[in-house]
């Protein structure tokens, strides 16, 4: 359940009618501005009531440009208290969005069938940067996981979702990197592999920039082996490290260790962007996981020139 408190520590009141169920606690967020709070919910498991919550019908992925149609009919709550009105809800975990004072709570997508499973406000606190996967994606990424004896670590597809609950699908791609946005709210960045992609927040139809790093980190993972490995000389034979040559060829990624994909991006400044790539393996057993040759890079932002 989720409650809201004045600074006083006074209650407002609850956030979350009976038939709601907060999921992924992590990622309640404040807008910026602090006018209003989301947060991912989904149907309560166990009904508070006999009396059935009717639900939406299954929908298939929204296109970059669909528009949710306006809730006019809510689902009517079974013995709704005087505080809490009348909430959709549905099957598989949805955002949310509720004001300050913990009132106008409704549901910003509407999408049965798919997990919205991670957002972020934009800076200017106008759209929510979001990830999402349909429930059979998730459940197949679950079961290859627990096979493993792995933690599952969700891939989705980024989008754009507006206060107004439009939605923009920005890639059909899967990723588990998370999306940031600029500073200035213009833009959305994410990670594929070895490849930044930066998606303009405004428009129909939003522009897509990739900037393929494959290349730098290749050289930059050989240059930085080469110097563990010379470090460690030096390290056993009490001489002075050598100076590391740079390739001039491209290494073979199979002889790098530190070679490894994006795991995080964060846009700090108009013009800088850090990424960081690792070797992650989350076991369900912590003992057994592994986090090694994690590197910060720094990726420097140009306007083009200028035709």
Partial sequence: RLDMYTKEGKLL???????????????????????????????????????????????????????????????????????????????????????????????????????????????????????????????????KADEAGMLMTPLGRPRIIERTGRERRLDDGLTSVRPVWSPDSTKVATAFDTQIRIYDAAGDNPTQAAIPLRNELLISSKAFDDAQAANLNAANTGAAPDATPQPTTLPDPNTLVSFNPIVQVAWTAPDVIYFETAYIKQMKNAADSVVSFARWHRLLLSPPPAS
């Fill in 13 to 143: 009141r609850p956030v979350t009618p009976d038939n709601l169920a907060v999921h992924f606690q992590e990622i309640i967020r404040w807008a910026p501005d602090s006018s209003a709070v989301a947060f991912v919910a989904t149907l309560r498991e166990v009904a508070v009531s006999p009396t059935p919550v009717p639900l939406p019908s299954p929908a298939e992925e929204p296109s970059p440009n669909e528009t949710p149609a306006d809730e006019t009919s809510p689902t009517p709550q079974s013995s709704p208290t005087p505080n809490l009105p009348p909430v959709m809800a549905f099957r598989t975990e949805q955002i949310y969005l509720c004001d300050s004072e913990a009132a106008d709570l409704r549901p910003l997508t509407r999408n049965e069938g798919f997990i919205y499973y991670y957002f972020v406000w934009s800076p200017d606190s106008t759209m929510l940067a979001a990830m999402a996967t349909h429930s059979r994606e998730w459940q197949e990424l679950e079961r």
